[in-house]
């Protein structure tokens, strides 16, 4: 059977959820012997959607990869500034259309040849409702169409031009029941498949190393959040917080890992550890009195699962149904909506030692029963026979 996948960017590089998400997926099909493409761009940068990859064909871990140029690079104050005009005035469809073509990646390459050669393919999957790759895409491809949308709720998902993104799939891969339940109140999904599969992830036998055992020791008592540090993931939230709450527990380290992509402040128990690999990842995570969650958009959260996955309990933005889903659910960690709550649920995860072992071992059991990748494969595989 042969799989596309169409996603705005691709490559070992690229950590984002939604591409990284994609990767994972294409290349475990391949290992249970699909034959999986991928229609990408050139692009490395989500911000300006710059062309960095050379255009044109390649394999990665056994998935093939077709790159096609961006025509123009986005201006992200410019389209900032359009945004949050067309998000909140009276506006045409003529408007929208120009937002999607701002937003980007701009390659009408890809879609002519998603056009081309979809009889080469039996089915495409397309992930993330976002961007102009997906919502072009889906109109030029005709058959078994697949949307896998790792969806907040903002204010694009209300603009009109999604109806056409959402009613066009003939199934849809929702990352979570929060996040099938907030697409519910804007859309119809009556008649289509639906299945709610989410991400696998490895339990680690072994990532205490003696280097990473003990470079992470060093720091503990402490929190870590392990992601992209921005903004808009919640970090400048996380950072205030902190700072607020450090004279109560002195001793206590916060550390970052992750691509940095906004000041830190010079706190002495504020670290940025950069980049690490997987194992040293785990690592980290096992060590940490807790994982600390912030961001408001989420629809499945990687990095959360995997702290689950080495019994570490999560600490996450309330506002955040699917983060918030995996407390409750999973009775796997607290949440927070403000620096009172934060300050309180850190104060309880610091004092009792007991707490934070059953949250643990009740995130590890959370993931068993959902996130484990032989269940997530087995869930595309039934997907896939199905539209068949």
């Not at 190393?209 to 939230?237: D, M």
């Amino acid at each position: 059977m042969k799989i596309a996948f169409v996603v705005q960017r691709y490559g070992k590089e690229v950590m984002g959820g939604s591409e990284l998400h994609c990767r994972m997926i294409a290349e475990r099909l391949v290992d249970k012997g699909y034959d999986c493409t991928v229609f990408t761009t050139t692009a490395k940068d989500y911000v300006t959607w710059k062309n960095d990859y050379p255009a044109g064909e390649s394999i990665l871990n056994g998935v093939a990869v077709k790159r096609y140029d961006v025509q123009k690079p986005r201006d992200i104050e410019s389209f900032n500034r359009y945004s949050d005009w067309i998000f909140f005035n009276g506006h045409n469809r003529g408007d929208e259309l120009l937002w999607m073509e701002q937003q980007g990646p701009f390659s009408p390459a890809l879609i002519d040849a998603l056009e081309k050669e979809e009889s080469q393919h039996d089915h495409f999957v397309f992930f993330t409702y976002l961007y102009y790759n997906t919502y072009w895409g889906l109109q030029a491809v005709k058959k078994n169409k697949i949307l896998v949308p790792t969806a907040h709720d903002e204010p694009a998902i209300r603009l009109d031009i999604m109806k056409d993104v959402f009613a066009r799939p003939a199934a849809f891969v929702f990352n979570t029941a929060a996040e099938k339940a907030m697409l519910g109140r804007y859309f119809s999904f009556a008649g289509k498949y639906q299945d709610t599969v989410g991400v696998g992830v490895d339990v680690p036998q072994r990532f205490e190393t003696s280097v990473a055992l003990a470079k992470y020791k060093s720091f503990s008592p402490y929190i870590l959040y392990a992601g992209r540090i921005e903004p808009g993931k919640g970090c400048q939230e996380l950072l205030d917080h902190f700072q607020r709450y450090s004279p109560r527990r002195p001793d206590l380290n916060l550390v970052l890992i992750g691509n940095l992509l906004m000041p830190l402040p010079a706190h002495p128990r504020v670290h940025y550890l950069g980049f690490v690999s997987p194992d040293e990842k785990n690592a980290a995570m096992a060590q940490a009195a807790a994982t600390v969650h912030p961001s408001h958009l989420e629809s499945l959260c990687m990095a959360a699962l995997e702290s689950m996955a080495v019994r570490t309990p999560i600490l996450v933005q309330a506002a955040t149904d699917p983060l918030k889903q995996h407390c409750l659910v999973g009775n796997s960690g607290l949440y927070f909506s403000n620096y009172a709550e934060f300050a309180l649920a850190l104060d309880l995860l610091l004092k009792d030692r007991r707490l934070r072992e059953a949250l643990g071992r009740n995130g590890l059991d959370y993931v068993l029963r959902n996130y484990t990748w032989s269940q997530i494969i087995r869930k595309y595989e039934i997907l896939f026979n199905s539209l068949s």
